[in-house]
């Protein structure tokens, strides 16, 4: 887990999420590793701080991967709410709320088969 913080480049100088900045980073360093034949998968609530959320990035991940979604532990109704850019990111990928092994097992089921 330190190596991730350290190295993977997910959160800014203040120590706040920052999701554009990591579709950036992604894009800049490990392009290459998606392709069309990768399943692109985001976990994380969208909350972005209020920063650019870089739509452009995310959308080219998604673009280039054969399947692409994100898992988010709000409920939907917080998305969008306050530093919240799930509703932006929403659509660009498709977005399951997913709180729960319950709701997993849903979003799960609802994918497969591949």
């Known amino acids: ?6 190295e993977a480049e997910l959160i800014t100088y203040d120590g706040h999420s920052d999701y554009g900045n990591a579709f950036a980073t992604f894009n800049e360093k ?3 590793s998606l392709t069309s034949r ?3 998968l985001i976990l994380g609530d969208g909350r972005n701080n209020y920063r650019n959320p870089n739509i452009d990035a995310l959308g080219h991940m998604v673009q280039v991967a054969r399947h692409a979604h994100w ?4 409920p939907r109704g917080q998305w969008g ?5 799930a509703r932006v990111y929403g659509e660009v990928i498709t977005m399951h709320e997913c709180r729960s092994a319950k709701q997993l097992a849903e979003v799960v089921a609802a994918l497969l088969p591949v």
């Open 71 to 74: 898992l988010n532990p709000e």
């Open 30 to 32: 490990h392009a290459h």
């Open 38 to 40: 990768s399943s692109l």
């Open 81 to 85: 709410s306050g530093d919240s850019a």
């Open 1 to 6: 887990m330190s190596q991730m913080l350290r």
